[in-house]
């Protein structure tokens, strides 16, 4: 299992869901993404496009205008 970061700060939707899918599309099945954001729409954009393409969140958090989402690639990864 590999744990990967994405920075997505400063970046505007609908990029940071485009660039996490991007960087799944490298990943394999039970891979964690850490995805760094500044674009409080990702905290309904991400979890959404998990649940159509089949992956998991496991943990959201913000704080110092930062938000934070942890998922694992599933099978369609």
Known sequence: MNREILNARRLLCPLPVIR???KVK???AGDRL???CTDPGVMQDI???CRI???KVLETSSGDNEY???LEVGGNG
């Open 20 to 22: 996490t899918q991007d």
């Open 26 to 28: 490298q990943l394999k």
């Open 34 to 36: 850490e995805v760094i």
């Open 47 to 49: 979890p959404a496009w």
């Open 53 to 55: 393409n089949g992956h």
């Open 68 to 70: 934070i989402i942890i």
